[in-house]
Structure formats: structure tokens, C-alpha cells
């Protein structure tokens, strides 16, 4: 089940990368997610918005476990901050336990652009395209991609497959764009008519099939 790339996002549509950012903030300043597998629910994906004078900053808060009967096969957790400042993103920080293994990145912004370090790559300058990979930015699908979990910078390939109807919790529904993305990663992503983000899925290493499924919050 171990997935240590299982978070990366997808990179950008808009343009203005790596300057400011047109994004899509939910009005009730929070996106919650279930994570099924298979028919069970294994765990939560929840980010928390918060704004004030033209600053932004998000919350992310992950859990996973997985098991068979009263074993616990797998879990993860992560816990992070993302914030932005008149449209541009000047901070990031993660921590994560990916099933026992220990993870962290930090992204900051100099003069010279993003500077990222993480337990999954030397510290580095981001290119200007590059977004962290928490996918509630539908700017994610344009440029690379920076692990949120490891700080490893990825080069994704991203087809857009068109509208559709899209599963939700509670048995809703919304339309939605779906994206593929492959190359570096293989998952699927949609975004609302609002250009929020609407669910993810990808296969777990079991070739389970795990996806997200929006909650009212």
C-alpha cells in the first residue's frame, strides 16, 4: 500500500506562473475530502483557508490507516502550512509519516524565487512554474510540480479529458473537468465548473483503487 509519491498534485492551466496566482478560495474556507478504498473508507484529506489583508494561508491535514480485521496494515499522516501573499505562494511546510518513514519539505521565497529542501531532494531554486503539489490550486496543472511530502520536483504530462459527472460523498454529484496526468505519476484529477478541486484517484501498489470523495466540509 505504500504510496510515498501518493500526494503529488498536478501543475497549472493558468498562466503568470511563479508571479501571482488567480485561485479558487471555497466560501466556507474549507475543502474536506473521504478517502475510500475498495468499499471502505480509510481515511480524511482536509484543508482550511484562511485570508486577511490579501494573505492567504492554508492548512492541510492528512490520515490514512488501513486494516485487515483488527491489523493495522498501513497508515499515513501529514501535517502542513501553505501561504500565499497578493496571489503569490511564499511559504510551505510539511511533515509527514509515511507508514513509519519520516518526511519533511520546506519551501520559502527569496529575491531569487522558491527555495525548496526536503528529505526527497538537495536543496534547490523551484523553477518559476512550479507549484507545491496540494492540488487545491487548478494552477497545478501547468508547470512542475514540487512534492509536498519530500520536496522532490517532478515534470508531469497532463490530458485533459473534458466534463463529466463526478461522484461526491453522500451520494452527490457535481460536473466536473477530469485531468489525467502521467509521466512521473499516475493518478486522475477533476475540478469543478468553479475550477475547485472536486475529487482525486489513483491505484494503491496493490492495485487497489483508492478516490477521493468531497464531503459538504
Known amino acids: 500500500m505504500r504510496r510515498r509519491d501518493w500526494l503529488l498534485g498536478v501543475t497549472g492551466l493558468l ?4 508571479r501571482t496566482r488567480a485561485f479558487t478560495v471555497p466560501p466556507n474556507g474549507r475543502l474536506a475530502f473521504e478517502i475510500w478504498r475498495k468499499d471502505s473508507q480509510i481515511g480524511t484529506h482536509v484543508l482550511n483557508f484562511a485570508q486577511k489583508d490579501g494573505a492567504l494561508t492554508i492548512t492541510i491535514a492528512v490520515r490514512i490507516e488501513v486494516f485487515f480485521g483488527p491489523i493495522r496494515l498501513f497508515h499515513y499522516k501529514m501535517d502542513g502550512i501553505e501561504q500565499w501573499s497578493n496571489g503569490q505562494i ?14 519533511q519539505m520546506r519551501a ?3 529575491v531569487a524565487g522558491l527555495r525548496v529542501q526536503g528529505t526527497g531532494a538537495a536543496p534547490y531554486l523551484a523553477p518559476p512554474a512550479a507549484l507545491p503539489a496540494t492540488h487545491w490550486n487548478i494552477a497545478e496543472l501547468r508547470g512542475p510540480w514540487i512534492n509536498p511530502q519530500n520536496g522532490k520536483l517532478s515534470h508531469p504530462r497532463i490530458t485533459a479529458l473534458g466534463e463529466e459527472t463526478v461522484p461526491l460523498a453522500n451520494s452527490v454529484t457535481a460536473r466536473g ?11 486522475d484529477l477533476w475540478y469543478g465548473t468553479d475550477q475547485s478541486w472536486l475529487s482525486l484517484s489513483f491505484n494503491g501498489q496493490d492495485g487497489s483503487a483508492i478516490r ?3 464531503s459538504a466540509g
Open 177 to 187: 473537468a477530469h485531468y489525467r496526468v502521467s509521466g512521473d505519476a499516475d493518478l
Open 15 to 18: 498562466a503568470g506562473a511563479g
Open 108 to 110: 520559502d521565497r527569496s
Open 212 to 214: 477521493y470523495l468531497r
Open 90 to 103: 511564499f511559504h510551505v511546510e510539511t511533515a509527514t509519516n509515511d507508514d513509519g518513514k519520516a518526511d
